[in-house]
């Protein structure tokens, strides 16, 4: 059991166990201590200056660096405290381009939030005075250092989940956070994960939007739209409207799509059930002939790419399948004509809402180039939303277009780290056995915090042990190619998520950097539809069975093959 | 417990005084990073030369020349101290040998004209000890220095190096160390001042697994140079500072961070090492016994945060050199995650004589808090500028007058910037106060690391606070927004005063920020760059004032506020300065005293250089 201790705070005896900070004690207290460059899931770094609070004895004191200690009496609000906030803030802003009202993250914006809570009207500093370039070389994400404020949290973030491709350059007020050299993003190693975006607290790290390149062809009566969303899209759009966090929205996202004009609304949690039948057979077939094992999965373009352009030597064991985005698109044009009359190969647009950035930089693969049309993250599509004047509240819930909008509880837990993985492992057992599991629930693939990165499960297909392992982050991903490459695996699957927690936890998501409960409650929210749908296998999708019947013929076929697999090259960079 | 080592330190001692013997007559010749600078490697291969034919010495069968140390008396370098004809020889060029070799050397018969003139009474000084400079010191850490071969094990071992680690080995007893420095009161020589015994403690606490000993070489405060002095004169003293160190906290790795831009100190220290090493008082089962302690350096780039000590640890890992707040404290999780003891070099230094003198000894040096000796770098407007050493407590005007022999020139004194960029300035008030780090800290300024800027009536505070302005803001790592913004704008504000442009309320604006960035700044490099600021405003607010109401600088210093004036009685009307004016701002007609139109002039000075009449002036 964990001693239960208290300190005070504002006169206010608190409690505390385990917090890990100060900063988190007080927040207990109802008190929120503003920072920009805190974030619970990375580092503390210290740096801001902004979550400083007075302690007897102690003095002025960064509190998300602070461990908390029995007795402490904590001023959170003293005039000495407002002073170093309000300046801090004067100075940043003093170095900041102040072009609020063009910035994509105005209304979100940390500093613009509290340079209005503090009070900040007038710079007494002497202004920026020359601008930087903006980087928008890269499909996802546009840099542009004229509003970074030097928080870290983006180094931090790359650093610490992912390739570590953002670094601080030069000293002092000459300071720059920037790729390797100064390069531009599309010249680095990035993987469009879009988590350094995920965590900036302004707008120098924002998402690259599409929204009006949709806007052309949705609003466009020559087109014929097709959109397609994510599984977890819809446990985390509702936030930007008001819902908790994990509570399923998708029966309204349909309606909103409508209402925005898009012509027909399909699920691309029909084609994660559809990339597991592929993936399955891929895994049975590895399995059968000992070939390319462990099998990577490859629904993670962020991940994709980090192999393509490290370990290009170990491309032979991702798996050929596309990712669910990358199966519907093809499957849409190619089919949607049959069902629905004045659509043609040529003039459906296929647009897809997706939590990711990486996305955006996966239909720009020569391989898949032409399938998706646009991609938008759940924060543009809400944008969309709110700039159609739709109120998300007293939408009527609506069905998804038929024949690939039925999906099961195995296609919506995808969403996050371990979904595939246990997906797929239920459709294996039945693809190896002819029967299904007795059990489908295979939780030691569950949890999306930082303790649960890389985990492990064992299956008995009748006998042969399978094991999986489902990592997070591409730094646990490195471990673990590590090992198959020492040969050091001892497990015949690796499920890769680059984003921490999964797809619900990707770079295109509602902020949620600020609270590290909100991924597990989206997690919970997709595991929650898991077990409510009456479906839960994926080979059990009546739509999946007739795709097949009617078109495809069985996984792994001629057909399947053309519209459904890929192929991967190396994209080893020259640094 | 006693423990018997194999080594025993009496008998090295023995061969070591045999070796000094055999060396004859033994003549110092600094090579300290001045003196080099100064030609002192051509002295010293000068006398090798003279002195390879031994038979035309009388007195001596032999003579060695021995590359020292810094005497500290750059000032005045090359200097050649003959330590058995009692001499010192200053400003000695590759030319003078030959004389001194010829007239001293073999006839007894010193050189009058290379010997110390005192300021004061005109008088040549002969004996070491009688120049004022060094009379008045008291040298611990310094004590080697100057005396012997910083390059040679056995000479260190004949001023008793490595006698106290011995000591302390076979006594085995890792608690009455760490005593003995609480006792002794040493604190930190690098600026803080933090008790060393504690800071020994806190360290020995987590003793058990792998701990390290740090010590900080990255001296960058301008025109600092006590540690180096240390690195370059006295290497074996540091390391035996740091092996006695790791004993008593339990580490058996230690590093120095030294600067890339020393690249003496790195040879004399990795020469140490190596020598060290091979007579087993560094490595495994040091002198017989069981501890071990081995010493890496690693070459800092030169970056002024990384010394601070977080921002040292953080450089050492391979990481940006971006200080780490505190707690946790390095004690506790320092290098490579490890609980880490980091002592500043001077700090280390001291350690040795503590151990073999004792910590009574060392107490009675200094004053009631502040124990021992502190090194200093005398520097600016004084008549002897060097490296010295005096008891805690001294007075500035003994350093100034007595030591630094005055102000040069006869000026009169205004201020001495102690402590570097993080310190402040001090006034003629603060002539008798003591240097000791509580009476300093009371008084607006710190002893930082040692750094002592004296400054004469002719310079201008506020350009003063601007140059280390202008040095924290480079220097400043960038992570925290107090400090890089802080240094930035607060650089602004005094570039915009000293170009005469200031306003009123930028006063006000500065001291408020100056307080900010002290009170809100992650390490201590912010939280002390606003003192030079603080202290002049402080103690030279009149002098801001002039500048921004009357647009003045009192010192006549700050080019902004000079008027560029012509001299009617003087000018001839050539019409040279017209011609040479690049912004037309001179009228007059030929043989007719000339005029400079103030509204055009840009102040660059040219027509100054040009008129052959003298008859241009700033006023």
């Known amino acids: 059991m964990t001693d239960i201790k208290t300190l005070f705070v504002d006169g206010k005896e608190v409690e505390f166990t385990d917090e890990p900070n100060l900063l988190e004690v007080i927040k207990k207290a109802g008190i929120t201590i503003p920072t920009f460059c805190y974030r619970p899931d990375l580092t503390t770094f210290g740096a801001c200056r902004m979550c400083v609070v007075e302690i007897d004895g102690r003095g002025i004191q960064s509190s998300c660096t602070m461990p908390p200690e029995a007795g402490l009496k904590i001023h959170t609000n003293t005039q000495r405290v407002r002073r170093i906030r309000k300046t801090v803030l004067e100075l940043l802003l003093a170095n900041h381009d102040r072009n609020c009202l063009t910035c994509d993250k105005s209304g979100n914006c940390e500093l613009q939030k509290y340079s209005e809570e503090y009070g900040i009207t007038k710079i007494r500093y002497k202004n920026k005075e020359e601008l930087l370039p903006v980087d928008e070389s890269s499909p996802s994400i546009v840099r542009d250092s004229n509003k970074c404020i030097l928080c870290g949290a983006c180094v931090r973030a790359c650093a610490e989940y992912q390739h570590s491709v953002l670094g601080f350059a030069n000293r002092g007020s000459k300071t720059l956070v920037q790729p390797m050299k100064g390069k531009p993003l599309a010249d680095v190693e990035c993987v469009n994960c879009g988590q350094c975006a995920a965590v900036c607290p302004t707008g120098a790290l924002t998402i690259k939007s599409d929204i009006e390149r949709v806007y052309d062809v949705v609003l466009n009566p020559e087109y014929k739209t097709v959109l397609q969303i994510a599984p977890s899209v819809r446990v985390a759009l509702g936030e930007v409207f008001g819902l908790d966090a994990g509570e399923n929205s998708i029966k309204k996202i349909y309606a909103a799509a409508r209402k925005i004009g898009f012509d027909l609304v399909f699920d691309t949690n029909f084609s994660a059930d559809l990339t597991i039948m592929e993936e399955a057979n891929e895994f049975v077939e590895r399995l059968t002939k000992g070939e390319n094992l462990p099998i990577f999965t490859s629904c993670c373009p962020a991940w994709v790419k980090y192999l393509e352009m490290t370990h290009p030597d170990m491309l032979n064991h991702l798996s050929s399948a596309k990712s669910p985005q990358g199966m519907l698109s093809p499957v849409i044009k190619e089919f949607a004509p049959k069902y629905y009359e004045g659509f043609t190969k040529e003039n459906i647009k296929v647009i897809s809402i997706m939590p990711c950035t990486a996305k955006k930089y996966e239909i720009t693969r020569e391989q898949l180039k032409g399938e998706t049309d646009f991609v938008l993250t759940t924060s543009e599509f809400a944008k969309m939303i709110k700039s159609s004047g739709i109120d998300f509240s007293v939408l009527k819930e609506e069905e998804a277009n038929s024949p690939f909008g039925g999906y099961t509880g195995g296609g919506t837990i995808f969403g996050a780290s371990g979904g595939v993985a246990e997906a797929a492992v239920r459709t294996a057992y039945n693809m190896v056995t002819g029967e299904d599991l007795k059990d489908v629930n295979i939780t030691p693939l569950r949890g999306v915090d930082a303790s649960s990165r890389s985990k492990e499960a064992v299956i008995d297909i009748k006998g042969t042990k399978v094991k999986i392992r489902v990592v997070s982050t591409l730094i646990e991903a490195e471990k673990a190619v590590r090992e198959v490459k020492e040969g050091k695996a001892d497990f015949q699957m690796l499920e890769v998520m680059a984003c921490p927690g999964g797809c619900i936890n990707g770079g295109g998501q509602p902020i949620s950097c600020y609270d590290s409960k909100i991924k597990e409650e989206r997690a919970q929210g997709l595991y929650k539809e898991d077990e409510e749908l009456p479906i839960r296998l994926c080979h059990k999708n009546p739509d999946i069975i007739r795709i097949y019947k009617d078109h495809l013929e069985k996984p792994g076929s001629h057909l399947a093959h053309k519209l459904l697999h890929t192929t991967y090259s190396s994209k080893k960079k020259s640094l | ?619």
Not at chain 2, 208 to 236: I, L, W
Not at chain 2, 436 to 459: N, P, R
């Open chain 2, 1 to 619: 417990m006693i423990t018997k080592l194999k080594t025993d330190i009496k008998e090295e001692q023995k061969l070591a005084q045999e070796h000094i013997k055999k060396q004859g007559l033994r003549v110092l010749v600094c090579a300290g990073t001045g003196c080099v600078a100064n030609g002192s490697l051509k002295v010293i291969e000068k006398f090798k030369e003279l002195g390879a034919d031994v038979s035309t010495l009388t007195d001596y069968d032999k003579m060695t020349i021995v590359p020292t140390g810094c005497h500290g008396f750059c000032e005045q370098g090359v200097l050649v101290i003959i330590p058995e004809k009692h001499v010192t020889y200053v400003k000695v060029k590759e030319a003078d040998v030959e004389e001194i070799y010829n007239s001293h050397i073999k006839n007894n018969k010193p050189v009058e004209r290379l010997l110390y003139t005192d300021p004061k009474s005109g008088e040549r000084i002969l004996k070491n000890e009688e120049i004022n400079f060094y009379a008045k010191q008291t040298r611990t850490a310094l004590a080697n220095c100057g005396k012997i071969n910083a390059e040679s094990i056995e000479e260190a071992i004949s001023v008793r190096g490595y006698e106290a680690l011995s000591n302390i080995l076979i006594e085995n007893n890792p608690e009455s160390v760490i005593e003995q420095i609480e006792k002794s009161g040493l604190r930190g020589r690098g600026g803080g001042g933090f008790p060393t015994g504690r800071k020994w403690r806190f360290t020995a606490a987590n003793r058990g697994g792998k701990s390290y000993v740090v010590c900080n070489g990255d001296e960058g405060d301008p025109g600092a140079f006590m540690d180096r002095s240390v690195m370059e004169g006295d290497p074996h003293k540091l390391l035996e500072g740091m092996a006695i160190a790791a004993f008593a906290v339990g580490a058996d790795e230690g590093y120095i961070y030294v600067r890339a831009e020393y690249p003496l100190a790195i040879k004399r220290l990795r020469k140490a090492i190596k020598d060290a090493e091979e007579k087993n008082f560094l490595g495994k089962n040091i002198m017989g016994s069981d501890f071990s302690f081995t010493i890496h350096i690693k070459e800092g780039a030169g970056a002024f945060v990384c010394g601070e000590e977080t921002a040292l640890i953080a450089s050492i890992e391979g990481e940006r050199g971006m200080p780490r707040p505190k707690p946790p404290f390095p004690a506790n999780k320092g290098l490579f995650g490890r609980p880490t003891l980091i002592n500043n070099v001077e700090t280390l230094a001291n350690v040795p004589v503590i151990m073999l003198k004792g910590a009574d000894w060392f107490s009675k040096m200094g004053t009631e808090t502040s124990k021992g000796t502190k090194t200093f770098a005398l520097t600016g407007e004084v008549n002897n500028t060097g490296l010295i050493e005096v008891p805690m407590g001294t007075t500035l005007r003994e350093i100034i007058f007595d030591i630094g022999g005055g102000i040069r020139g006869g000026k009169k004194f205004k201020a001495v910037q102690i402590g570097g960029p993080s310190g402040g300035c001090l006034t003629e008030e603060h002539l008798d106060l003591p240097m000791d780090y509580d009476s300093l800290l009371k008084a607006g300024a710190m002893v930082g690391s040692g750094g002592l800027v004296v400054m004469a009536e002719d310079t201008c505070m506020i350009e003063v606070a601007r140059f280390f302005m202008n040095f924290t803001k480079n220097e400043s790592c960038g992570k925290c927004v107090p400090c890089r913004e802080g240094t930035k704008n607060m650089l602004a504000i005094l570039e915009k005063i000293v170009a005469g442009k200031g306003e009123m309320q930028d006063l006000e604006l500065l001291e408020e920020l100056a307080k900010i960035v002290k009170d809100g700044s992650l390490c201590g490099l912010g939280k002390t760059a606003p003192n030079p600021v603080l202290s002049t405003l402080k103690y030279f607010k009149d002098e801001y004032i002039a500048h921004i109401k009357d647009k003045k600088c009192p010192a006549g210093v700050c080019t902004a506020m000079k008027t560029v004036m012509i001299d009617e009685n003087k000018c001839k009307g050539c019409t040279k300065c017209a011609r040479t004016c690049p912004v037309g701002a001179i009228d007059g007609v030929v043989k007719q005293p000339h005029k400079i139109n103030q509204d055009k002039c840009i102040k660059c000075e040219a027509c100054l250089n040009s008129c052959p009449f003298k008859a241009i002036g700033l006023k």
